[in-house]
């Protein structure tokens, strides 16, 4: 057994039986993973599997009889990592698999809550709007924005809920695999598109999130609705400053960029 991420987990399992070795990857509570996230994460594969989603496969969970909820799921083969700069393909084709994991409409349930924004599970603006967090000009002027502007009606979903490159597996080319669901959810499809969009303006710089949208907008045949909003909100559920000076350059420009669109 070795952690995948750090001492915490998830890990690798190689489980021998009869000169057979199969791979899994475990899943149970870590200083930062609560309980209810590893059950929103083994829900979250079975509606997968249900709906033929790219995703890994549940492979057995224990959710309740020993008092801590733990997961096995299969390894998925491929890499997260991108080529620097990504290819427009690539982007687009981010882009295209959300739109796969939309086609699945279902009502919030206990394991699956309703998401009113990316890693609903954090929420910086009432951080900053109760003063746990300091804020900035740009990102009050933005909460105030979206607050006045309201949240607009839209169908519900299945949402992965943290959808980032590195949460996207590649085998070659093509995306094998969505990892990481224990935020998944139910909710708009702008929660997971705009995240996606600010985490590739973040990542890749500004011309990124255009090219996540086309491949969205080319695989649902339609245009995306109210990605200014989203893309306001998903930038405003991060920390004030970011992990670098760049990365808080980037996700502030895409902001700007959202509030411009917004108020038009």
Do not use: C
């Not at 967090?133 to 740009?138: A, F, G, I, R, V």
């Not at 943290?162 to 070659?172: E, F, I, R, T």
């Not at 710089?205 to 609705?225: I, M, W």
């Amino acid at each position: 057994m070795r952690a995948l991420h750090g001492a915490q987990g998830p890990w690798w399992l190689g489980i021998e039986w009869r000169g057979q070795l199969t791979e899994a990857v475990l899943r149970a509570p870590t200083p930062r993973i609560d309980a209810a996230m590893v059950t929103t994460g083994a829900a979250a594969l079975e509606v997968a599997e249900r709906f033929g989603l790219p995703a890994p496969r549940l492979l057995g969970a224990d959710l309740q009889s020993t008092g801590v909820p733990t997961t096995l799921e299969t390894v998925v083969q491929g890499t997260s990592d991108w080529p620097a700069p990504p290819s427009v393909e690539r982007l687009r084709a981010a882009g295209a698999v959300l739109a796969r994991v939309h086609t699945v409409s279902l009502a919030p349930y206990e394991e699956l809550p309703f998401r009113p924004r990316p890693i609903a599970v954090d929420d910086f603006a009432a951080d900053r709007r109760e003063g746990r967090l300091p804020s900035t000009p740009l990102l009050q002027t933005a909460d105030e924005m979206v607050t006045a502007h309201g949240v607009p009606p839209s169908e519900q979903v299945f949402l992965h809920g943290d959808v980032w490159p590195g949460n996207l597996m590649w085998a070659g080319d093509e995306i094998a695999a969505l990892i990481d669901w224990k935020t998944a959810g139910v909710g708009a499809r702008g929660v997971d598109l705009s995240e996606l969009r600010k985490q590739a303006a973040i990542s890749f710089g500004p011309q990124a999130p255009a090219h996540v949208l086309d491949g969205y907008e080319r695989a649902t045949s339609t245009k995306a609705r109210n990605v200014a909003y989203w893309d306001a909100i998903a930038a405003l559920n991060t920390p004030t400053e970011l992990y670098d000076a760049t990365a808080t350059t980037r996700r502030d420009a895409f902001l700007d960029r959202a509030m411009v669109n917004l108020d038009s």
